[in-house]
């Protein structure tokens, strides 16, 4: 099973030792770094920095937000990464909830999944430059000729050739639907919450993947001999995304957690924190639930729960930086 090293999206500011942590996962032989973006930072410049102070660890977002651009805004970024790191650029992308999609970047959340389909298309089109881009979709149009259109417009093919016609692509999906998409059009999937203790959860939305199809899950790894301390990150991350990262009814954390099994604690931890309880909140995340998607408590622990990641579809851990201790003590455990 490989690494990742996952940094996510900047908080009030850039998180320290940005640089120095990541050359050490590559020299431990992390196989991967991933950044995110969320309604602060974004995901590619980071990504530009990191690959100019490295050589060999590949470089993923996980995940670029498809309102934030165009999906040829998307594809030129892509490549151009591509071009600088010497092909090790990874596009993941995700639609996000629609408290950002129309909150932040103001634009319609509706048809997720069809908007997602025509999204990678164009850039799959984009990337292979067979021709110019001409796609009428539902969608994205290109060339425009809607409302507005001077008429003016016609298809285009990328001026820089791509290093890599199938830069791999990648989709963070959570729903039954959205993963069964994303095994049948991308290239991967990084989903969100991944449990080897719940493998019916995705396993009929997985079942048209293909054989070489790349999972890359994201999991906190706490180390430490008090199980309940290494589970407080966890519940904490759960608290907030499951209580306050969407609507009541409209909560892709809230609805997975349900698929989990754990339906009215999902609807208990979603009301606390939407009446300003969240103390409440995460104290009513299941401790079963948060260590059946992590890896957390003593050294010994881990390494026999690691077991069952080896044994499921998953092919690459996505750590959250715990520092560079952290980060070897994980490598020991995984890689060794």
Request: charged content about 20%; glycine content about 10%; hydrophobic content about 40%.
């Amino acid at each position: 099973m490989k690494l990742g090293l996952m940094w996510g999206y900047w908080g009030q500011l850039p998180p320290p030792d940005v640089i120095a942590t990541t050359q050490e996962a590559e020299r431990l032989g992390y196989d991967s770094v991933w950044t995110a973006e969320a309604w602060g930072s974004d995901a590619f410049t980071p990504l530009a920095w990191i690959a100019g102070h490295t050589s060999t660890i590949k470089l993923g977002t996980s995940v670029v937000q498809i309102a934030a651009r165009t999906p040829t805004a998307t594809a030129m970024a892509a490549l151009t990464l591509d071009h600088i790191s010497g092909g090790r650029m990874m596009l993941g992308l995700g639609v996000s909830g629609p408290q950002v999609v129309e909150g932040w970047y103001g634009r319609p959340a509706d048809k997720p999944l069809a908007r997602t389909r025509e999204y990678v298309e164009i850039i799959r089109r984009v990337l292979r430059r067979d021709e110019p881009l001409d796609f009428q979709g539902e969608f994205y149009q290109h060339p425009y000729h809607g409302p507005g259109s001077t008429g003016l417009g016609k298809p285009l093919k990328s001026i820089t050739h791509p290093l890599r016609r199938d830069l791999p692509i990648y989709l963070g999906a959570e729903g039954p639907k959205n993963v069964a998409m994303a095994a049948e059009i991308a290239d991967g999937w990084l989903p969100l919450y991944y449990s080897p203790f719940h493998p019916e959860v995705y396993a009929e939305s997985l079942a048209g993947a293909p054989p070489d199809f790349d999972i890359v899950a994201g999991v906190q790894v706490n180390i430490g001999d008090d199980l309940e301390a290494a589970l407080a990150p966890v519940k904490m991350m759960l608290g907030f995304y499951i209580g306050g990262m969407g609507a009541k009814g409209q909560n892709y954390h809230t609805k997975l957690m349900s698929r989990f099994g754990f339906e009215k604690e999902a609807v208990q931890i979603q009301e606390a924190f939407f009446e300003g309880r969240r103390d409440e909140a995460i104290a009513l995340v299941p401790d079963e639930f948060a260590d059946a998607i992590s890896l957390c408590g003593p050294p010994e622990r881990i390494r026999d729960r690691l077991q069952a990641w080896e044994e499921s579809p998953v092919s690459t851990l996505l750590v959250y930086s715990p520092g560079v201790e952290g980060l070897r003590t994980i490598a020991e455990l995984v890689l060794s």
